[in-house]
């Protein structure tokens, strides 16, 4: 006898389960079928196909731009630091503002990395076979459009309170 949903030959033929795919198995009793108890398969005991392979192309692309996208987030929270520190000691204001500006434009590099990791992200999720490079990506792009984001808001207040 086989599986009627995989097609895996059942090692019992009073199973009740498949043992490859878990689906349900109608009874082969020799009762007639009006006097057998119907047998209806539950959705969530059956298995999904999963996709079997490597990481693709927007795998790695997820993780390649995630990677720059966070590193300057935690980049430009220490350089922020050192802004202020070196304003604290005495430094112009126009050079400190240019400072505040230029991060604010590595921020949004950063933040541009981040959403082309989602992205890429999605297209894999979609095209390609679950994977941890995927995973990862998109864990770190979150991280990164999230701290560029709030990098940059924190960097245009401190302009506005500096400039006015």
Known sequence: MFCPN??????????KFCQNCGSVIQPT??????????????PATQQKPVKE??????????????I????????????????????????PLPLFIMGVIIGIIINIVGLTFGVFSRINGKEATKSEPENA???VGSIFAI???????????????VVAIALG
């Open 6 to 15: 995989c097609g895996q030959e059942l090692k019992d033929p009073n199973q």
């Open 29 to 42: 009793s020799g009762a007639p079928r009006s006097q057998q108890a119907p047998v209806f398969a539950d």
């Open 53 to 66: 392979g490597r990481p693709g192309s927007h795998s790695k692309k997820c993780l390649a731009f995630s």
């Open 68 to 91: 720059p996208s966070i590193a300057m987030a935690v980049a430009m929270l220490a350089i922020a630091g050192l802004l202020r520190l070196f304003y604290l000691l005495g430094m």
């Open 133 to 135: 490079v995927e995973t």
């Open 143 to 157: 991280f990164g459009i999230i701290g560029n984001a709030i990098l940059i808001i924190v960097a245009l207040i």
